[in-house]
């Protein structure tokens, strides 16, 4: 029984870069001679024999060999392996891919084989330093999204890339890298058509609502949650008419069903698909939080409530104005407020009644 170590942990190993979850590929023993030596590895894999033990997967070689798995694995640079004595097993571009921080298919129909790998290739581009996307790679990209092998993918799989790239370095990338390929549809609709609507009038904008989001996704970078709220602030200005372009009066309240249209077709979790209808209900009163009135401070604190934080770090990376300690010191000061036991138990009365002691309180805090 042979045992390596085998994909993305060599590739970083390589690289320098830190190793996270560690891969190995078991070849020359069969399942029942691997689970007697490893008793507490369970079963996980379907389409192949795939094993988890103590937080790694072990995995049985793709068409029965090394060479034969190497060469149906995604990308060159993942096409690695490193076996118990130090030799180095790869595809024969491997090296000079990694060299060359390029990525590129390990055969011409990777991608058919799994199209999923569209959206990986495009994660890494995120993830990984200074990569960039081979022409083979960028084609194959481009047939897949032309032949619709995209449509029939897993939801939760497209979904986990989307949130990986989110984690990255660079995540406009992966968006990027999609939209040149015509990969954006059909997971990602609603910002395909962002692209080529004009972000707002000048001096303020200088693009379209696309290139927008992305730079204001880039200053969220390494932060998926607040990175997946700048995705979904502007997503309504794709619905206002073309003849009330630029200004997107209303789009706001237009954005919050795309946002959550978009995160629910990822199967993205509860706390991302609130969050990005809350970014895009919120994200203007957000950045213009020293204008508001005490009551109007109030509803927006209320309505963020655990997304607070990650509102105003959008405001910030959006507008450029740091309103987080103000807002923060507010919040404090209306949860310091109680309702009257007089003033309680009356329904709608209630509520307009606390809201209102709290709109004093800010009042007086800040005069």
């Given at each position: 029984m042979r045992i390596l170590l085998v994909g993305g942990s060599v590739r970083n190993l390589l690289l320098g870069e830190p190793q996270t979850d560690k891969d190995f590929l078991v070849t020359e023993a069969d399942e029942e001679e691997f689970q007697r030596r490893f008793p507490k590895a369970f079963k996980v894999g379907k389409a192949f024999p795939v094993f988890w033990l103590d937080g790694s997967e072990y995995a049985f070689p793709r068409g029965g060999t090394l060479k034969s798995?190497?060469?149906?694995r995604d990308f060159t640079v993942n096409s690695l392996a490193l076996d118990e004595d130090g030799e180095l097993h790869c595809h024969p571009l491997a090296l000079e891919d990694l060299r060359h921080r390029v990525l590129r298919p390990c055969s011409p129909d990777a991608l058919e084989v799994d199209p999923l790998r569209a959206y990986r290739a495009a994660r890494f581009l995120a993830?990984?330093?200074?990569?960039?996307p081979h022409g083979e790679l960028l084609a194959a990209m481009r047939r897949a999204a032309e032949a619709g092998l995209l449509a029939d993918l897993a939801?939760?799989?497209v979904g986990r890339e989307v949130l990986k790239a989110l984690a990255g370095a660079r995540p406009a990338l992966f968006f990027r890298s999609l939209a040149d390929t015509g990969c954006l549809k059909p997971w990602l609709t609603e910002l395909e058509r962002c692209r080529d609507v004009?972000?707002?009038?000048r001096p303020f904008h200088d693009s379209d609502v696309f290139a927008h989001t992305l730079a204001v996704l880039d200053r969220l970078a390494g932060a998926p949650l607040p990175g997946w709220m700048a995705i979904c602030h502007d997503l309504g200005?794709?619905?206002t008419p073309p003849e009330k372009w630029p200004r997107h009066i209303g789009h706001e309240a237009l954005g919050a069903p795309p946002a959550r249209a978009l995160g629910s077709r990822l199967r993205l979790?509860?706390?991302f698909i609130r969050a990005g209808e809350i970014a895009a209900l919120l994200h203007m009163k957000a950045a213009?939080?020293?204008?508001?009135?005490p009551g109007s401070r109030v509803d927006l604190l209320e309505a963020a409530r655990d997304l607070l934080e990650p509102l105003l770090e959008l405001a910030k990376a959006d507008q450029g104005l740091d309103f987080r300690a103000d807002a923060l010191a507010d919040r404090h000061v209306i949860r310091a407020v109680r309702l009257p036991e007089a003033l309680r138990d009356l329904g709608p009365e209630s509520g307009r009644r606390l809201r209102e002691l709290r709109a004093q309180a800010l009042s007086r805090r800040n005069h």
């Open positions: 798995d190497l060469e149906a993830v990984l330093p200074g990569f960039t939801a939760e799989r004009p972000a707002g009038p200005k794709a619905l979790p509860e706390a213009r939080y020293d204008e508001l009135r």
